[in-house]
């Protein structure tokens, strides 16, 4: 009862440590005829894999995942898809020294206080190296998505590091994949690349914040009362590791609002309702207006520095820990492409959900007899 597992009717169950021979995971509730193989996979896992700039972790993980089952001549055949990503660049002695300690802001004590175990190579099951099965199995709601919903685009970005913030009127989503911050401001992210480095030549880490925007979700995704797509899509981020908080549209800033500024006001247009604004983020009610999909979300810092922080060891003396080895100075740079699978896996399930029920277009036709 540990809840390795997630989704409705799309379902993913991960497996596998951070130091472990291999990770992976099970994907079940692929609808059959999906074109799949490794490499329409594998362009997910390469941005997120680490060692791919200074800016994080230098572990070096190839990250080539492996099909093991569900597909037939290049097809799913609708049974569950087995992923695998073999580990092959593990240095568990770097955590020899924290095996009987407790590191600050991990989730080293809380495992220990429910299961009475735990892996301290890496976190084990509570280390961000699980979230390369999460990116695999988000390549396969890709491709989903890409024959049942292929108007849909899911993009990820960075808006804040630290106290630095993007510019909006320098908005360029062109921008995204030219640095390694998957910044949408190219002044931004010259800026950011000295500031991190002077976080980490110090051996600090920073806190981020992304943003998702999802576009051409059909109105009519979601569902009522306890399976709201915000719910869902909420839930899915707030599962990533490190994530702290998640907001939705106007999110906290909706509280100083009043309801003249917050509504979003609807006009007839040639092809159906218009909104004023987006208040809402593209869902009211648990379900999609058609608008663009909007949601951001806090990302702490990296609790592994270099810094001594004081904490106990397992028998409750008080001590101090320097927490070594290779580690991102801001996990928020490889959150991205996780939050981008995770909400692929989180809109295919919803396509599923809205098809099982009332078919694959919206039933409610606004301005037509």
């Not at 915000?230 to 509280?255: C, P, Q, R, Y």
């Not at 904490?311 to 820990?321: D, L, N, S, V």
């Amino acid at each position: 009862m540990s809840f390795n597992t997630y989704g409705h009717l799309f379902r993913v169950t991960t497996w596998g440590e951070s130091h472990g021979p291999a990770l992976g995971a099970t994907v079940d509730g692929c609808p059959p005829g999906v074109p799949l193989d490794a490499a329409a996979i594998q362009v997910w896992l390469d941005r997120r894999k680490p060692g791919t700039s200074r800016y994080t972790t230098q572990r070096r993980e190839a990250d080539e995942v492996e099909i093991l089952s569900g597909l037939y001549e290049g097809q799913t055949t609708g049974t569950p898809i087995q992923l695998m990503i073999r580990n092959t660049d593990q240095r568990s002695k770097d955590y020899s020294q924290i095996e009987d300690k407790f590191r600050p802001g991990h989730a080293d004590i809380t495992y220990w206080q429910k299961y009475g175990i735990r892996d301290p190579r890496g976190g084990g099951r509570s280390s961000a190296r699980e979230t390369a099965a999460r990116v695999a199995a988000g390549g396969v709601a890709r491709a989903a998505l890409g024959v049942l919903a292929p108007e849909m685009t899911i993009t990820g970005y960075m808006i804040q590091m630290g106290d630095r913030r993007i510019d909006r009127d320098r908005f360029d989503m062109d921008q995204i994949d030219r640095n390694p911050f998957w910044v949408p401001d190219a002044e931004a992210a010259g800026e950011w690349g000295a500031y991190l480095d002077g976080l980490r030549k110090d051996g600090q880490s920073v806190g981020a914040m992304i943003e998702l925007r999802i576009t051409g979700a059909m109105p009519g995704l979601g569902a009522p009362v306890y399976a709201k797509l915000d719910t869902d899509l909420a839930a899915a981020m707030m599962s990533i590791n490190a994530v702290k908080g998640v907001e939705i549209g106007e999110g906290m800033n909706a509280a100083a609002l009043t309801g003249t500024d917050n509504a979003d006001e609807i006009t007839m247009g040639p092809d159906g309702p218009v909104y004023g604004s987006n208040h809402a983020g593209g869902i009211l009610g648990g379900i999609a207006t058609g608008q663009d999909i909007v949601l951001r979300f806090a990302v702490k810092p990296t609790s592994s520095i270099l810094k001594p922080r004081r904490t106990i060891t397992r028998g409750g003396q008080e001590t101090e820990i320097v927490t070594t080895g290779r580690h991102d100075p801001c996990v928020g740079i490889r959150a991205v492409p996780v939050a981008e699978a995770m909400a692929a896996a989180v809109m295919l399930d919803h396509v599923l959900l809205h098809r099982a029920q009332v078919g694959p277009t919206p039933r409610g036709r606004i301005g037509q007899p």
